[in-house]
């Protein structure tokens, strides 16, 4: 087996995704109410309209889905006021980068990114032989001169997750300005925006710029987090035609299912829904801030729905024992921060349970 696989797979760990509600139970044999707070979905659910769409064309589940996604695309171009053929709709934003990779990047070509960034961005890169550079955060946001001073003749791309995940900081216009005044037309510039629809900061890049201005910029977004439709995966990455071309080249066929191209599609429309969650997960932050310094608990400010925070302790244990209270969160010590937990800003009372459990724990 040893020689049957390839070489630049061997020293992959694959990621591991937060523990499921269902998982947790069984194995600890809870049998009330679980919170999961690991992997940053919408607690409110998904968009109503979007069920109702769903239920409305359950009886089309016979049907192949369209491979073009027509009417998702001409919506997303409307709301983004971007072409058709500047959009490419992924199973969630994370196939995108595979494709991405996939699609650019060679054997030895250099891959810039954050330590600690979103950790497909590490993975996909490895799968394609590619040289890693991982620059170290500098006060948990990322080291934009560290990144720009990287950058080689051998560098074909930059992944920015912004804001990082898993640490929630941002980086401003300023900054990603910075980064694109020093990446040449012979490098792809990432720039993963997952958590995009929560932040109201008026300084966050208006990332789409670079691609009206012919930059080799690729955008993604998510219909995972603000429109709570994780679990039917659906990603879109936004760049000029001759990047979607290249992706396309590479995508495998009826990649998003007919059902999750109907809920993303009346997802779009669903203002009140996205205004809710926001309105939730900033109520939720101020609450957790607030009892995080009275329990004399660093974090990090997060321009995103989920809070980095340091224990000042190895996670293990304490993730072990938040379980068996009910309580499910990430730690981060796959990202090297051995101390520090992330949570998912959840309802009133959700956040409210987590900060019970962590007073039992010991935290007052």
Not at 132 to 158: A, F, H, L, M, R
Not at 222 to 235: C, E, N, Q
Not at 260 to 276: G, T
């Amino acid at each position: 087996m040893v020689n049957l696989i390839r070489e630049s797979v061997k020293n992959i760990k694959p990621y591991i995704p937060g523990k499921p509600i269902e998982e947790v139970k069984r194995e600890l044999g809870i049998t009330g109410e679980v919170d999961k707070l690991a992997s940053n979905e919408n607690p409110l659910g998904p968009s109503p309209l979007a069920m109702k769409a769903v239920k409305d064309s359950i009886q089309e589940m016979n049907l192949y889905p369209d491979d073009a996604n027509f009417y998702l695309k001409n919506k997303l171009a409307e709301y983004l006021n971007v072409s058709t053929d500047e959009l490419f709709i992924g199973n969630g934003s994370v196939e995108i980068i595979h494709y991405a990779t996939l699609a650019f990047l060679n054997s030895s070509e250099r891959v810039i990114m954050a330590k600690p960034s979103f950790i497909m961005g590490k993975i996909e890169s490895q799968i394609m032989d590619g040289e890693i550079v991982e620059v170290p955060v500098k006060n948990y946001k990322t080291d934009v001169e560290g990144i720009i001073s990287k950058i080689n003749s051998k560098t074909k791309i930059i992944y920015i997750d912004n804001p990082n995940n898993p640490l929630g900081s941002m980086l401003t216009a300023e900054d990603v300005e910075k980064i694109m005044e020093n990446a040449n037309e012979d490098i792809l510039v990432i720039l993963d925006e997952a958590y995009y629809e929560y932040i109201d900061r008026e300084d966050f890049p208006e990332s789409i710029k670079y691609i009206k201005d012919n930059r080799n910029v690729l955008v993604l977004r998510t219909f995972s987090k603000i429109y709570g439709l994780a679990g039917m995966r659906v990603g879109y990455g936004i760049a000029k035609k001759e990047i979607i071309n290249a992706l396309n080249r590479v995508r495998l066929p009826f990649n998003i299912g007919r059902l999750s191209q109907v809920a993303a599609l009346a997802a779009l429309d669903d203002d009140k829904h996205r205004e809710r969650s926001k309105k939730m997960v900033a109520e939720g932050k101020r609450y957790l801030y607030e009892k995080f310094e009275n329990m004399h608990i660093p974090y990090i400010k997060s321009e995103t729905n989920f809070i980095a925070i340091d224990i000042k302790r190895d996670t293990d244990k304490v993730f072990t024992n938040l379980q068996k209270k009910g309580i499910i969160v990430r730690p981060l010590k796959p990202y090297g921060l051995p101390t520090f937990l992330r949570v998912t800003v959840g309802l009133s009372e959700q956040n409210k349970r987590f900060i019970d459990a962590l007073k039992d724990l010991g935290w007052n």
